[in-house]
């Protein structure tokens, strides 16, 4: 019997080992199985941070095109308007030179200098700097709302 129960016992004692075995498998595949989902989560949130990237370097692409774009319609539009002044500067200059040979030709009559009439002041303008003819419409006008007040008021 002693050989049975020493024959049992090896039996028992190599079961136990086993199990243990078993057991320390388990646990390694169920580590396993642990770290192999950690990974997937950190692939899948760096291929959704790569995607994220790749959505803002499109939109910033796309909002530095716009820029670009505005700036140059910005520049188109400038470059317009300074043509246009340019315009107008000649006509201001063409119309100046007409009403200053006409004065002094004769052709155009001013009214008496004891008459408050725009004409003089026309006169005057084209007379002086373009500087000077700006600043001296703004006190004209200024001077005629302040007449124009006082007549009210009367």
Known sequence: MANTHAEYLRQLAAL??????????????EEVERLERARA????????????AQK????????QSKAESALASADS?????????????ALAEERQRFIIN?????????PDSDI????????????????HAAAALATQRAKR??????????
Do not use: F, P
């Open 16 to 29: 136990q080992s086993q199990a243990d075995d078993w057991h320390n498998i388990i646990s390694a595949a």
């Open 41 to 52: 989560a950190e692939m899948s949130a760096r291929r959704s941070s790569q995607s994220h």
């Open 56 to 63: 803002v370097t499109a939109a910033s692409a796309d909002y």
């Open 77 to 89: 539009l400038i470059e317009t308007l300074r043509l246009e002044r340019d315009a107008m500067a």
């Open 102 to 110: 006409g004065v002094e030709h004769g052709m155009i009559t001013l």
């Open 116 to 131: 408050d009439d725009a004409a003089h002041d026309t006169y005057q303008r084209c007379e002086m700097t373009t500087g």
């Open 145 to 154: 709302q302040s007449h124009l007040e006082e007549a009210s008021e009367a």
